[in-house]
């Protein structure tokens, strides 16, 4: 059984929160909350279900969903059939870029949007401009933005 004390309840729901905030469902939230914050890194599924006092139900749908949104992965260990399940917190250069890229792309969609609308609402027409421009500035310079930090890395090392 999973303890957790009143601090580590506190930031399970603070990351939860966060996790919502950026359009996670809340259970899915608070199962990434757990596992930042439980001394265990690799929790099973009655662990995470009774750890969070949350239904099999709405356990099953919020491990699902971060294993398909490549958020979580599992683990087996010989001679036992239970999986075990942790962030995947090694590959977070990779989910970085490919969210990066999923929000940036829209740059390409505003561009559309653009080209059919009315030139008559110049004012609201120029924010979605101005909006495209910084996903297309953003776009560039995110790339260079984690060269830098590597590199800032290398050099304290």
Known sequence: MIKLDDTKRALIEK????????????AASRVLG????????????????EALAISKSAASNAI????????LEYTTFAGDRKRYFRLKLSRWREFMTKEIDNLTAFEATLR???????P???????????????LNYL????????????QSKKATA
């Open 120 to 134: 008559e609402t110049k004012a609201y027409n120029q924010s979605i401009h101005e909006l495209a421009d910084f």
């Open 15 to 26: 990351v939860g929160i966060f996790h919502e905030g950026i359009g996670l469902q809340p």
């Open 112 to 118: 559309e949007v653009l080209s059919i609308r009315t």
């Open 34 to 49: 757990l596992l930042y914050v439980s001394d265990c890194t690799e929790l099973t599924f009655d662990e995470i279900r």
């Open 139 to 150: 776009h560039s310079e995110l790339p260079g933005l984690l060269e830098r930090w590597e």
């Open 64 to 71: 699902n969903l971060l294993l398909q949104l490549n958020r």
